[in-house]
Each structure stands twice: as C-alpha cells, then as structure tokens.
C-alpha cells in the first residue's frame, strides 16, 4: 500500500516536472514570437542605420574611422561642411562666411552667433580654438589633417587657420567631422586639454564617449564600440530639427543588414554588397548604387633593391595594358566604375573615362618584349582578408593573375591578413601589391601621398625627383588657390602619372545604399556615408 | 584534537604536514588546481606576449590610419601611449606588474581599460552559452536516451541522422539559415542584436539582461531579451546536440548491457524509473566528461553566433583584437579563456565526486 503510494507520488512528480518544463518551452516560444512582432514595428520615431563597425571613439580627437565619422558628424557641427553627395563646394556650419588669402594659407572664419551647446553656453572662438588644438596636440589618428596649420581666435568671433604652406584644401579638411567643434569649457572640467603634450595629459575621452559636449542635430544617448550607439534629438540645435527623435547606429554584418532591412521600417543598410543588393526583390525598399570614393590600385615597385622585374619600366608598362580593367567594373557589380585616375571620380580634377587606361594585350605584349625580361616572374600581395564595398581582394587578384599570366607574365600570389600586410607595404618591401585608398577629406590634394617622395610614393619606390614633369605640376595642384587651375593640374598630373608611374589605378567599387522606401535623403557621401540628420521620411 | 595528542604534542613535522595534508582532500584538490592556474595563467601571458610579437605586424600600422601612420610624431605618440617603445621583456614584466593589481592594460581598439571591455561582453557571451548548453543538455540527452532505448529501429536511424547533421553543418550556415527562416521569412524571430533598436537595457546589476530584467522587475525588457536570446542560442546548442546525443546514446547503450539493469526490469520497476534512477545515472559519468567539450563549442562557436546575429559578447571582441593586434586585448581575453576552462574542469572533476561514490573514496 504504502509502496503503491509512493509510486503513483513519484509518477505525480514527474508529469508535474513534464508539464512544468512544456509551460516553460512554450512561454519562451510565445515570448519569442511576441518580442518579434514587437521588434517590427519600431517606433515611427525611430530611425535603425546597420553598419559594419569600423570605430574606435566618439571623441572627435581620436576619431577617424568611417564609422566615427558618421556618429561624430551627426553630433558635432564643423566651420564649414557639404551638402548631400555633392563634394565640390564646402557650404557655411558654424562658420557664415570664410575668406581666403591669395597665396592659400590664412583662412579667416566669421562665426554664426546664437549657437549653443546642450548647457546653453554660447559657441565663442575660443570653443574652436580650443577644439582644433586638441586635435592636434592629441597627436591622434586626425591631427595630420591640420598639420602645419596654426588657429588663433581674433575676437570672440573669428577663428584664423594659417597654413605653414599653401594649402587650398583647408575648406575641404575641415568639414571632417573628427574637426567638430566641442564646449571647451565642459571638456576641460572632464580631463581635456589642447596644450602640447595633449596626447599623454588629455583625459576627456571616455567622457566624450559617455556623452556629447556639440552643437550638432544630434545628442549621444549610448556608446559601444563593439554593437550599437544610439543619438537623440538635441533640443538646444539652431538648425531645422531632424526628423527623428532617436537614431539607433548598430553593429551588423552584411548579410544579416540585408535581411533587417527588408524586415524593417525606418532602416538602413550601409554595407551590402552590389551582388547582395541585386538579390532584393522587396517593395519596402529602395536600392540606390553610385561609385564610392574608394580607389582600388595595383602597384609595381620602383625600387631595383626591391625587385629587378617590377622596377623596369617597360615591364610596368606592359602591367599596365594587360589589365582588363571592363572586366573589374564587372567584376565589382552595380555602381562600380574604372578609375580614371588616382583621384575618385566626384572630387576636383579627376579624370574622365576618356582619360583612362585602356586594355591593349598587344602593346602588353609588345612592352614586355621590350623590357628584355624572359617569362618574368613575380609576387603580388595583397590584403586576404578585406572586402571593400563587397569586393575580395583576393578575387581582384586571382583576376589580376589570370590577366598578367595571358600576356606571359607569372604572378605568384601571396595574400595575408591586414594587420601583417600592412607592415610590408609599409615598409616598401612589396614587390607588386594590391591596395586602395579611402578619402581623409574630399580633396586631391589627399591623393598628393602617391607622388613620387610622398607617403605611398615612397612605398612603392617612387622617390622624389623621379619625374620633373611631376613635380613642377605637383606644386601647381596641390598650391593654387584657383581651383579651375588646380582641376587642369592634377588631370595633367594623373595622365602623366598614368603613362609612366607605377601605380596602376584599377576601379571606384560601388556604394550601395539600402533604406525603407518612406525614408529620403539617403545619399552617399565620400567621407560621412550619410549625414543622419539629413535623412527624413516621405 | 585527540587529548593523546594534547598529551604529546608531536612536532609539526613532514609527516605531520603530510597526514594533515592527506585528512583534508577538498582542500589539497582546490589548492593544486589554483596553483595550476596562477602557472597557467602565467604561462599563457608569456606565450602570448611572445607570439604576438612574433606575428610580422604592428600595431601602430594596424590601429592608425592611412595619413596618421605616414606621421612619425603621431606614431611616436601611439607607440608612448600604449608602451609599445619599450623592450618587449620590460613590457612584459610591466604587464605583470599591473595584473597583479589588476590591471589589465587599455585595449588599443577601444580605447578602454580591457577590464572594462571583459565586464562589458563577457556577460552578453555568458548568457548566450549558458541558456545554449542548457538547451543542449535537455534536448542531447533525451534524444540520447530515446535513441539508445529505440536501437536499431526508425527513431535511432532518424536521430543519429540528426546529431551526425548537428556536428557537421557549419554553425555560420545554420545561423543564417535560421535568421531566413524564422526572422525574415515567417516573422516568428526577431532580428538581430540582443534587445530591439532603442530599447533601454534594463538596470545594471550582472549585464546578462535577463537575469537583469528579472531582478529589477523589468518584464518588457526581460521578453525582449528573452526573444531575441532564443535563435542565437538554439543555434549555438546545435554543434552540443549533435555531440550529446551520441555520446549519451553510447554511455546509456554500454548501461543497459548490465546485469544489475536486467534484475530491476525484472523487480517489475517501471520503465521510467529504471531510466531515471538506475541506467541514466550510471551513465552520467560518461555524460559529464564532455561538459567541458560543451563549453569549449560554445566559446568557439560563439564568435561566428555573435557576429551573424550581431550579439556584442567576448567572441566579437576576440576577433577584432586578433585582427587589430591589440596586445592587452589579447591577453585579456585568453587569460579570461584560461580561468574558464580551468574553472570548468574543476567543476566537473567536482560532479564526478557527487555522481559517483567510488571517486569520492579513491
């Protein structure tokens, strides 16, 4: 009896621990479906932006990264700044109006009055001064961007740039969202500073990174690094108010951006590929597809201590016309166009279609037979782990191998993980390589890096005083403070350099947008992505 | 103490130390494996140290950008910053001597102190691997057992099929399949990250959120959380299924051979009481051993769950300090890797003690 009961207590037990453990599964399923339709409709007030990270800080001053760029770009005004895709033109910000001395080093900025910061301090010169010399006092990942420029306020007012050189590009430089402007007041009482030695004393960061000190459309809510930072609207902004309360910037893999961003409302996508674009067939969503300002470039080393084969002239020659460069726009998908040039299509003095390389196999052939090499053989490395704008590298280079291989030259490809393909290239140690280049301001005078002596120039072996023709319109370029003769310069510049240099500049991948179709304004910008304030809804 | 020995006090001798020793077992376990681990521990910052250095990179080229990096002072200062112009054994014993006061460095792709980074993802990672192992012990072992019970027949063929897929299939491929399947196509999922876009985390007390939520009574946050957990950890349990259905199907077959089995089938006990308290238990030695196996998936795995689902856990951070030659990172996240797996098989050494009698007298 008493067995017979304890039995059927135990039996009791164990359906009790069944049906508990069934309850339990499907409130967890129930919670699962409910959060999920939750998670669609999100708030009307709130706009979702997926990218894949690349960021480091919210503080401007350490700041650099694209991602950086497009949180910091959305929180901090700058002097002066662009409107939607259009580079060409720097529009007044925190600055009304700016002039510009004849020889293109003294720029004085007449400041907006009325503008306050979220205590409502009033934005002075001394704000802007403080802020730039932070910069570059951090000594930081954007302190070159002023380098050899010296701010001084006169009066409350006025800021003044003096450039050691001429430098027509300062409009251009400082809409870079890592030059916005923080209150110097509430910076210095958390630790900043913009003294010399600012890159060992300054301790504001991880207050920059908790939140916002701008005069920008937007305030930080949140930040992190690795998944998501979240802004919101700052009531204290003198401009037109964005047309969202809260804009959540996450962390997202391409692939699965491609999927949220069908699913959601309110959303954008930044990084999908022009392949994964073209799997989209929703009504929700609209594509938009343009050449980025990245610039993907081959490179054969001038530097005879380096490589016999790569630096003879006649070989780089035949590099050069073997290349089916078509075939790579083809190859990069949607939007994708042929450099022209070292310099991106949408910036000041590029080149034309027109003015570009062209495929010729024979004269390939030809130069080839001319440099008196016999079935030269060489290494091409390259970045194995970087997708640019859905675009392997390692792709490029298979391509680039074939390519080289049908004319008779043997390529050996030797790819590696960025961080230890950077030291050789570097160091100027590559034979050939396979890199690419992203805007740091919207520029040429960015791109005087490639010119023979300069910082990539000199990667490649390509010292200064290697071509004269260069050099004396290299000054023309890159000083003139007429930028109808500094346009004419760098197209002669880059034809030269595309007839006898080493770098052979192959495509412009495309930059594919995808956002919810009620949502406007979600245009490409070479050094911001997006501006998020701008972005409204139909 | 005896009063004999209050009598006679023995000197504190070698064998007095070795008897004492030999009367306190726990205690002598528990204390060999801290030692082991303070070694370890030491070991692995050295190895890292000095692999990482031994990789052709440098962290000023991987962490600056394309302009700063062509600028010596900018360089110079990063280089200061972060220690890197000192000879790499004075670094060395200068991250000793900060890790002693715990003190782990500041990451380099953060900018954070890496304590500060571990306490931030370690969370997000142990929630996703706990409730992942918890879903993988429930479903392994009762499709182990059903399997074992059912040998040979329909339901085993089905289910060997299943687990050999579960540990074969890579967990990338699943994982985007499943965000297809149940967020994009039929809705039943949300999307990634670990709560929806704009929604507060509840109140900081653990940073597992729904072990937050719960405690500060948050019950829309703690359905949130528990949603958007459910796929990432379904997913990440698969490989664990895989692997526990066949190894508890194995140990619960080699039981069921037994005599002892036969004699209670005999008794007339019922089926489920022979499962549950003669043959499941016998074979739970044999379960247990792959706990640790189960953790090591779920860290590993992890890292691919994470990034698919955009979960911002240890794996993600492991990854990007990997590819960004973060040092202190680095060492970071493998001392914490070495802690946990030390710490695990410590607790498993532990339940073979409480499963099994016989190892607690041996």
């Not at chain 1, 790569?310 to 998908?333: E, H, Q, T």
Request: proline fraction near 6%; include cysteine.
């Amino acid at each position: 009896m008493h067995s017979s009961r304890s039995r059927s207590r135990r039996s009791a037990r164990f359906w009790a621990g069944v049906v508990t453990a069934a309850a339990l599964v499907a409130a967890l399923i129930v919670a699962s479906a409910a959060g999920a339709k939750a998670g669609h409709s999100t708030a009307n007030t709130t706009l979702v932006v997926d990218n894949s990270f690349d960021l480091k800080s919210a503080d401007p001053a350490h700041s650099g990264e694209p991602t950086g760029e497009l949180v910091d770009r959305a929180i901090y005004d700058t002097l002066l700044t662009f409107n939607g895709a259009n580079v060409a033109t720097p529009i007044p910000d925190l600055a009304s109006s700016y002039k510009a001395s004849a020889d293109a080093r003294t720029y004085t900025f007449t400041l907006r009055k009325g503008i306050h910061f979220g205590d409502g301090t009033q934005l002075t010169s001394a704000d802007v001064v403080f802020s730039l010399n932070r910069v570059i006092n951090i000594k930081g990942v954007s302190s070159t961007l002023l380098a050899g420029v010296t701010v001084t306020a006169k009066g409350p007012w006025t800021v003044i740039l003096k450039s050691a050189t001429p430098n027509p590009a300062i409009p251009a430089i400082i809409t870079n969202a890592a030059l916005g402007i923080t209150e110097a007041k509430v910076v210095k009482a958390h630790g900043g500073t913009s003294a010399p030695g600012a890159d060992q004393s300054d301790k504001a960061e991880s207050f920059l990174n908790s939140q916002s000190a701008g005069t920008g459309p937007y305030m930080l809510k949140s930040f992190d690094v690795a998944s998501q930072v979240v802004l919101s609207r700052n009531p204290h902004y003198w401009g037109p108010p964005p047309a969202f309360q809260t804009v959540v910037i996450r962390n997202v893999a391409a692939p699965t951006q491609l999927l949220d961003v069908q699913r959601g409302t309110n959303e954008i996508a930044l990084d999908l590929s022009p392949t994964q674009a073209s799997t989209i067939n929703s009504k929700s969503v609209l594509v938009h597809e343009s050449p980025s300002a990245n610039v993907i470039f081959l490179f054969a080393n001038r530097n005879p201590q380096v490589s016999a084969t790569a630096s003879n002239a006649d070989f780089a020659a035949a590099v050069r016309y073997a290349l089916d460069y078509p075939g790579l726009v083809k190859l990069a998908g949607k939007g994708a166009v042929q450099a022209g040039g070292i310099v991106p299509s949408m910036f000041l003095g590029s080149l034309g279609a027109k003015q570009s390389i062209k495929t010729n196999v024979a004269k390939a052939k030809a130069e080839l037979a001319a440099s008196g090499l016999s079935n030269p053989t060489v290494k091409l490395e390259f970045p194995s782990d970087i997708t640019l704008n859905g675009v392997a590298f390692a792709t490029i280079a298979q391509r680039i191998q074939s390519e080289l291989g049908a004319v008779g030259i043997s390529v050996t490809l030797a790819g590696s993980p960025i961080a230890t393909a950077l030291t050789g290239y570097r160091a100027g140690q590559e034979e050939m390589g396979l890199w690419y280049w992203s805007p740091d301001y919207p520029d040429p005078n960015d791109y005087v890096a490639f010119l023979p002596g300069q910082l990539v120039g000199l990667r490649v072996g390509w010292t200064a005083g290697a071509d004269a023709t260069i050099d004396q319109l290299s000054h023309t370029a890159s000083t003139s403070p007429d930028p109808a003769t500094r346009a004419k310069a760098f197209q002669s510049l880059q034809e030269r350099m595309n007839s006898i240099g080493p770098f052979f500049p192959l495509i412009q991948p495309g930059q594919v947008i995808v956002a919810s179709k009620n949502l406007t304004n979600t245009v490409y910008n070479p050094v911001w992505y997006l501006n998020i304030a701008g972005v409204g809804t139909r | 103490m005896p009063a004999s020995e209050l009598a006679n006090p023995q000197p504190f001798g070698p064998g007095r130390l070795a008897s004492w020793w030999a009367s306190r077992p726990v205690l002598s376990f528990v204390l060999r494996r801290a030692a082991a681990l303070v070694l370890l521990s030491l070991g692995i910052t050295c190895v890292t140290f000095v692999l990482t250095n031994l990789v052709p990179g440098d962290p000023a080229a991987a962490n600056l950008g394309q302009l700063a990096v062509g600028d010596p002072t900018a360089v110079a200062a990063f280089r200061e910053h972060y220690g890197l112009n000192k000879p790499l054994p004075v670094q060395y014993l200068i991250y000793l001597d900060h890790l002693v006061h715990g003190d782990l460095g500041v990451s380099e792709q953060t900018h954070n102190p890496v304590r500060h980074d571990l306490a931030t993802y370690i969370p997000a990672t142990a929630e996703l691997a706990l409730i992942s192992i918890g879903i993988a012990l429930v479903v392994g072992i009762t499709l182990g057992v059903v399997a074992a019970l059912r040998r040979n027949r329909l339901t085993d063929h089905v289910l060997r099929v299943i687990s050999l897929a579960g540990v074969s299939m890579p967990i990338f491929w699943i994982a985007l399949l499943a965000l297809y399947v149940f967020f994009f196509r039929l809705g039943w999922a949300p999307g990634s990250g670990r709560l929806d876009p704009g929604a507060n985390p509840p109140p900081h007390l653990t940073g597992i959120y729904t072990f937050d939520a719960l405690v500060s009574g948050s019950w829309g946050t703690l359905w949130d959380a528990l949603s958007h957990l459910m796929l990432p950890a379904i997913v990440l349990a698969g490989w664990n299924i895989g692997l526990l259905t066949r190894y508890t199907r194995s140990a619960v077959l080699d039981v069921l051979q037994e005599d002892y089995i036969r004699a209670a089938r005999a008794k007339g006990l019922r089926s489920l009481t022979v499962i549950f308290r003669h043959v499941l238990r016998a074979a739970l030695p044999a379960i247990v051993t792959v706990l640790g196996l189960l953790f090591a998936n779920a860290m590993t795995g992890s890292v691919l769950i994470e990034t698919i689902f955009a979960w911002p856990g240890i794996g993600q951070y492991a990854y990007h300090s990997a590819t960004s030659l973060d040092l202190p990172a680095i060492t970071g996240v493998s001392l914490f890797v070495a802690v946990l797996y030390v710490s695990i098989n410590f607790v498993v050494d532990v339940l073979y003690g409480v499963i099994d009698p016989r190892i607690r007298i041996t």
